[in-house]
């Protein structure tokens, strides 16, 4: 059998089921005169069905994208109040249609050979560089999995970079008005590398603790309030008390950013910008920090660069 026509540039080679003749040739090589044959001689008796399935006429892409609509339409749909970190989003049709809903676009691992799809990239950096603007921060990376892991990344972060004054300690505070959720893979993630996690009231912490090396708060926090942690952040900082904001993106167009208050880390989920619930996922979590810990920062990054002749683009590192 010639490899050339299973390989041919024509989309209806390349994309329809192989020929009469193709057939045949298979069928010599695995020696069967047909592919019912082939069938039973693979396939157990009992397991295979003596009559074709019961299934309705075959339809177009078009005819069954309406069914599947009216039959969603079926659902009832009540109002959310409940938040938490997940919104109700409208996500414009040809995003929906040509992104979320095309598997081909984007998958759940890291491109073996990312620098071949300059596109994602430029997509990622672009991703990045609002992502920076949003938070106020230096650098960010190119997401991760979710608001709560990314929290509990920028606790492995501030852990790492503890300042000599607080090389023994090893009590990370969350305010209680932390999304739940969050406080619960943080409690996950801590205990295995040590770290004591204490949830209470930032206002009434003793920032003053020597075995406190850092501090997560939420911005707006679980209960849609909005408080400027300027103050709190500066005294921190002078104790060398690293802060994470876990915040919001959308929020943030109208908020005072974190790194203007002075976080250190900044985390938070990407899922208000037009991404459906999804039940909870898959989401992409933001990730920005200061310069100082780039060689820390969890993930991947996106960076511009030049190739072997001289040409601009961009790389992941």
Known sequence: MSIDPLYSEKFERRHNAPSA????????????????????????????????????????????????KKTMGRNKLFQSYIGMGYYNTITPGVILRNILENPGWYTAYTPYQAEIAQGRLEALINYQTMVIDLTGMEIANASLLDEATAAAEAVHLVYAARKASKKNAHVFFVDHSTFPQTIDVLKTRCAPIGVELRVGDITKMDITDADVFGVYIQYPNNDGGVHDHSSFISAARERDVAVVMGTDLMALLVLKSPGEMGADVVVGSSQRFGVPMGFGGPHAAFFATRDEYKRQIPGRIIGASVDAQGNPGYRMA
Request: proline share 8%.
């Open 21 to 68: 003749e193709q057939i045949d040739e298979m069928l010599k090589v695995v020696k069967a005169s047909s592919v019912d044959e082939l069938i039973s001689q693979t396939v157990p008796a009992n397991i295979r069905l003596k009559k074709p399935l019961n299934l309705p006429p075959a339809q177009s892409e078009f005819a069954f994208l309406n069914d599947f």
